[in-house]
């Protein structure tokens, strides 16, 4: 593919996030940057959350893990239909009906001070660590069919990246997040479409119905298993997958708060009621894309990468039509996209609210600057976290992704199941202790699983484990009287 046509085709696309970002932060004020003055159309937020949600782990890396562990990846996704229902008749409610900027000041009302900023830090670290490896995942293929030939060394790349989400988001804030969101997740759909048509007519696909048996005869569309010992066993990822919704979706900041510039509850319970369903029809596309791409390597004898997240880059830059190539180009770049620019408009958000609380300590006219500072220090942050990827990761990015949350999401679990479900009151100074502890102690038994439980190797339900050790240190540490 030529880099001076990609080049080409990735500045013309700035160039419109740059038009969008220019008309939506006119005459915005500081509380627009947090909630968008709560005028979002709920219709615009359900399809503009699809690619946040998707990001480019699920435009790489699913397709590409159907080699290595076939359609399991789907039994997580229904487990996200669980998941979303319950965000939406339990933590929607909750939010809206406390009038919540940042999710997790609820802590504070509920526990206390150290509880509050418990919640918030690990939200921080854990989207911080998250989202700069959905990021790292992009920007390495960006390297590989751009960057390598304009003799730009990675770092340099990486910094260009990080730097445009920056000039468009450090003004508008969640207002402009949202309509971008909207046209990446526009670019992503379109894209995998493309790709699919390109490859069905390399195929010889006579149409949508041989789409169909062609994808579920191949023995990689399997899609339940039932061994109790693997990782990928159904109800495994399945529970799994409704608790990696919960904490990845209804308790973090970055996606509750596009929720949460809809006008009302009513608005944002329907965009996440459709969000789910055209969700869990996006990620099917996905999967039987990972099929075909695996029968097109095959047809035509070419030598697979050794990193599953490399097939459908290699495949796409190297061996589709051109213009197939420069439409990946577009989807990749907007799933990276999608998902880092809200990303770093929720942590400027978290830290600005939850620990500056830059409402209560600073006069109006110095919110801006100040918020300002956090979000070009947070760039900084990400910018280094995507380095460090680069030096150390070796799995495919969709598994690194779910091992971070479940370690780093399962003290907010812990948390917010205890304020819920029961009346307690805790000892709020022992919080940061106890949720240091559990992932700990999660990871101490989830690594020596098999030795102990008679072969049982812990998946991503190693999330719940650490959630129900951080629900009982609770307990365990709760107020007597």
């Given at each position: 593919?030529?880099?001076?046509?990609?080049?080409?085709?990735?500045?013309?696309?700035?160039?419109?996030?740059?038009?969008?970002?220019?008309?939506?932060?006119?005459?915005?004020?500081?509380?627009?940057?947090?909630?968008?003055?709560?005028?979002?159309?709920?219709?615009?937020?359900?399809?503009?959350?699809?690619?946040?949600?998707?990001?480019?782990?699920?435009?790489?890396?699913?397709?590409?893990?159907?080699?290595?562990?076939?359609?399991?990846?789907?039994?997580?996704?229904?487990?996200?239909?669980?998941?979303?229902?319950?965000?939406?008749?339990?933590?929607?409610?909750?939010?809206?009906?406390?009038?919540?900027?940042?999710?997790?000041?609820?802590?504070?009302?509920?526990?206390?001070?150290?509880?509050?900023?418990?919640?918030?830090?690990?939200?921080?670290?854990?989207?911080?660590?998250?989202?700069?490896?959905?990021?790292?995942?992009?920007?390495?293929?960006?390297?590989?069919?751009?960057?390598?030939?304009?003799?730009?060394?990675?770092?340099?790349?990486?910094?260009?990246?990080?730097?445009?989400?920056?000039?468009?988001?450090?003004?508008?804030?969640?207002?402009?997040?949202?309509?971008?969101?909207?046209?990446?997740?526009?670019?992503?759909?379109?894209?995998?479409?493309?790709?699919?048509?390109?490859?069905?007519?390399?195929?010889?696909?006579?149409?949508?119905?041989?789409?169909?048996?062609?994808?579920?005869?191949?023995?990689?569309?399997?899609?339940?298993?039932?061994?109790?010992?693997?990782?990928?066993?159904?109800?495994?990822?399945?529970?799994?997958?409704?608790?990696?919704?919960?904490?990845?979706?209804?308790?973090?900041?970055?996606?509750?708060?596009?929720?949460?510039?809809?006008?009302?509850?009513?608005?944002?319970?329907?965009?996440?009621?459709?969000?789910?369903?055209?969700?869990?029809?996006?990620?099917?596309?996905?999967?039987?894309?990972?099929?075909?791409?695996?029968?097109?390597?095959?047809?035509?004898?070419?030598?697979?990468?050794?990193?599953?997240?490399?097939?459908?880059?290699?495949?796409?830059?190297q061996h589709f039509p051109a213009y197939a190539g420069i439409i990946f180009v577009?989807?990749?770049?907007?799933?990276?996209?999608?998902?880092?620019?809200?990303?770093?408009?929720?942590?400027?958000?978290?830290?600005?609210?939850?620990?500056?609380?830059?409402?209560?300590?600073?006069?109006?006219?110095?919110?801006?600057?100040?918020?300002?500072?956090?979000?070009?220090?947070?760039?900084?942050?990400?910018?280094?976290?995507?380095?460090?990827?680069?030096?150390?990761?070796?799995?495919?990015?969709?598994?690194?992704?779910?091992?971070?949350?479940?370690?780093?999401?399962?003290?907010?679990?812990?948390?917010?199941?205890?304020?819920?479900?029961?009346?307690?009151?805790?000892?709020?100074?022992?919080?940061?202790?106890?949720?240091?502890?559990?992932?700990?102690?999660?990871?101490?038994?989830?690594?020596?699983?098999?030795?102990?439980?008679?072969?049982?190797?812990?998946?991503?339900?190693?999330?719940?484990?650490?959630?129900?050790?951080?629900?009982?240190?609770?307990?365990?540490?709760?107020?007597?009287?």
């Amino acid at each position: 593919m030529n880099p001076q046509t990609v080049l080409i085709v990735i500045a013309c696309y700035f160039l419109l996030l740059f038009v969008i970002s220019w008309l939506t932060s006119r005459k915005v004020t500081s509380d627009t940057f947090f909630t968008g003055d709560r005028q979002s159309p709920w219709f615009l937020v359900a399809f503009g959350m699809i690619g946040a949600s998707l990001s480019g782990v699920t435009f790489i890396s699913v397709p590409g893990e159907v080699g290595n562990t076939n359609f399991y990846y789907f039994q997580v996704v229904l487990g996200y239909t669980l998941g979303y229902f319950t965000i939406a008749k339990v933590l929607l409610p909750l939010y809206y009906r406390l009038n919540l900027i940042s999710i997790y000041t609820y802590l504070e009302d509920r526990f206390g001070f150290y509880s509050y900023k418990t919640g918030a830090f690990f939200f921080i670290l854990s989207r911080t660590l998250g989202s700069s490896l959905r990021v790292f995942l992009v920007a390495s293929v960006l390297q590989l069919i751009l960057f390598d030939s304009l003799g730009i060394p990675f770092w340099v790349s990486v910094l260009i990246t990080v730097g445009l989400i920056w000039i468009y988001t450090h003004k508008g804030g969640i207002k402009t997040v949202v309509w971008t969101d909207t046209l990446q997740t526009f670019f992503m759909l379109a894209s995998v479409v493309v790709c699919i048509i390109v490859v069905g007519d390399a195929l010889e696909f006579s149409g949508i119905s041989d789409y169909f048996s062609r994808v579920s005869e191949d023995s990689r569309s399997s899609i339940f298993n039932w061994d109790w010992k693997a990782g990928t066993n159904f109800f495994k990822q399945f529970i799994s997958g409704a608790f990696i919704t919960i904490v990845m979706t209804g308790l973090d900041q970055d996606m509750m708060q596009k929720n949460l510039t809809c006008r009302n509850i009513g608005d944002a319970q329907k965009n996440m009621f459709w969000f789910t369903i055209i969700l869990v029809f996006v990620n099917l596309l996905f999967l039987g894309l990972g099929v075909m791409l695996y029968l097109f390597a095959e047809t035509q004898g070419l030598a697979l990468p050794e990193k599953s997240d490399e097939l459908f880059p290699f495949l796409a830059t190297q061996h589709f039509p051109a213009y197939a190539g420069i439409i990946f180009v577009l989807g990749i770049t907007a799933a990276a996209y999608s998902s880092a620019d809200s990303t770093l408009t929720a942590l400027t958000t978290s830290f600005c609210i939850d620990f500056l609380e830059i409402e209560r300590k600073y006069p109006k006219e110095r919110q801006v600057a100040v918020r300002k500072k956090v979000h070009l220090a947070f760039t900084f942050i990400m910018f280094l976290a995507i380095l460090i990827f680069h030096w150390i990761n070796d799995q495919s990015v969709i598994n690194s992704v779910f091992i971070i949350a479940g370690y780093t999401y399962g003290p907010l679990l812990g948390l917010y199941a205890f304020g819920l479900f029961t009346k307690m009151k805790v000892q709020d100074n022992m919080v940061p202790f106890l949720a240091v502890a559990a992932p700990l102690i999660t990871f101490f038994i989830s690594s020596n699983s098999e030795r102990w439980f008679w072969g049982y190797k812990f998946g991503f339900e190693a999330l719940i484990l650490n959630g129900l050790l951080m629900f009982l240190g609770l307990y365990l540490f709760r107020q007597k009287n």
